[in-house]
């Protein structure tokens, strides 16, 4: 096979690795749940390969998330779940709405920063764009988008959940590759922001091409006092992703001790708010014990069928296979941006991560690009993924919300991603975009 023919020189692939590969493969096509694919395909690829003994892969998966950091996601899960039933949600979404009022195309610009205001909240796309999506697609279609193009909107505003810190997919990334999550929450501010306003950017074009929200007639005075007004009676909202922010990039918080003052402020201030009650508290973790259970169980797994592959070699074959394409830096860089896209086409964020990072990593390394650069550049790339089918998720979580036809969402998307790709790129080819705010060691 090519991979065979290209990197023979490194390491011989057989059916130890193609034969798993095969079962994965086939049990995701058949809807069977993707930890569950992972998992026999680990079990089988150990079987055949004799990598690691079957008695250590019970240890394997407890190891893999017994770890401090892993923490924070269940507490951003739930923070943002919180959020949502303390109403305080809403009150970014006031803010946004102010803040945007003066242009054309307001409203719509209102959804997409709020998504980013949810997404430094909740590190989750799919949380943020089921959020977002109740409170605003009805009114984006009342303002005279057409429906299909507000849920696209929704869903490509919510990719930034796993783009602006904290992210629970930087969480995992640092976990898989042994690199601070802190450091990768600083490095992805600029990014993060850019895919905003690259979001932003597209519906103020897509809203002057179609002329869909009228609006921003106001005067300077009108404008002003609406903002006020917005911000006096919704400030406190803007608490939580203070100390967020403020408690990991001052670096007296870690990320998960940073989740779990987040989720007590929020119950605190729905307690005195009112909105929230005691009896709230069983189907809110519910809510997000289930949104955890799909996560870790995908991690548990990909772990030993990372180190199987590791031990095959396969990320020295794909250096090899790789740089006998083409030793130039900028044509491997694309090939790696490639591979992330169609990888977040058809698979959920976490086991791509936990799977081609270590694969791709060397391949970095062996072309010199920072290893922060190259986990920006991989989530990004990822993130791509959730706005474009077969399986995006946040495609199907706004047609689950509206009923829209998913090829519909997907079809009004194709401007959203053409704008990301953009972004991606320079992430990719601009190593000083993820480490301006970084210490010198990290550059």
């Not at 997404?119 to 999506?133: M, Q, R, T, W």
Request: glycine letters at 10%; one cysteine or more; proline letters at 5%.
């Amino acid at each position: 096979m090519l991979w065979n023919q290209l990197g023979a020189q490194t390491v011989e692939l057989g059916w130890d690795f193609y034969g798993p590969v095969i079962l994965f493969v086939v049990l995701v096509a058949l809807a069977v749940p993707v930890w569950a694919a992972i998992g026999a395909a680990a079990i089988l690829m150990l079987l055949i390969s004799g990598a690691l003994p079957l008695s250590l892969v019970g240890e394997s998966l407890f190891h893999g998330i017994d770890h401090f950091a892993l923490t924070a996601v269940p507490l951003f899960i739930l923070t943002g779940d919180v959020l949502v039933r303390t109403g305080l949600s809403r009150k970014f979404l006031d803010v946004a709405e102010a803040l945007t009022q003066f242009a054309k195309g307001g409203f719509g610009s209102a959804t997409v920063l709020v998504c980013g205001m949810f997404a430094a909240i909740s590190g989750s796309d799919a949380a943020g764009a089921a959020a977002v999506g109740r409170m605003t697609i009805a009114r984006l279609v009342e303002s005279g988008y057409p429906r299909p193009y507000a849920c696209a909107l929704v869903a490509a505003g919510a990719c930034t959940g796993i783009l602006i810190p904290p992210s629970i997919a930087y969480i995992i990334i640092g976990l898989v590759l042994g690199i601070s999550a802190s450091t990768l929450f600083l490095a992805a501010v600029i990014p993060g922001i850019a895919i905003l306003l690259s979001i932003l950017a597209t519906n103020i074009i897509m809203n002057r091409l179609y002329g869909w929200e009228g609006g921003g007639n106001l005067s300077a005075g009108e404008y002003f006092s609406r903002l006020g007004k917005a911000l006096k009676s919704g400030w406190y909202a803007f608490i939580v992703p203070g100390i967020i922010f403020y408690g990991i990039f001052s670096g007296k918080l870690t990320p998960t001790e940073a989740g779990a003052t987040a989720v007590v402020v929020t119950i605190i201030m729905g307690f005195i708010l009112g909105t929230l009650k005691l009896s709230d508290f069983p189907s809110m973790l519910v809510s997000s014990a289930k949104v955890n259970g799909v996560i870790l169980p995908i991690i548990a797994f990909s772990l030993p069928l990372a180190q199987a592959l590791a031990i095959l070699g396969v990320p020295q074959g794909f250096v090899a296979a790789a740089t006998s394409v083409s030793e130039e830096p900028w044509v491997l860089i694309m090939m790696m941006i490639l591979i992330l896209i169609a990888a977040g086409c058809v698979m959920e964020t976490t086991p791509n991560i936990v799977i081609l990072a270590p694969i791709l990593k060397p391949l970095a390394d062996n072309i010199g690009m920072n290893e922060i650069q190259f986990c920006i550049m991989m989530i990004t790339a990822l993130g791509v993924g959730f706005i474009t089918p077969p399986l995006g998720l946040n495609l199907f979580v706004v047609s689950g919300l509206t009923g829209e036809s998913i090829l519909k969402i997907a079809y009004r998307a194709i401007p959203f991603v053409f704008f990301m790709l953009v972004v991606t790129l320079c992430i990719a080819y601009v190593p000083s975009i993820s480490t301006v705010f970084l210490p010198e060691i990290y550059k």
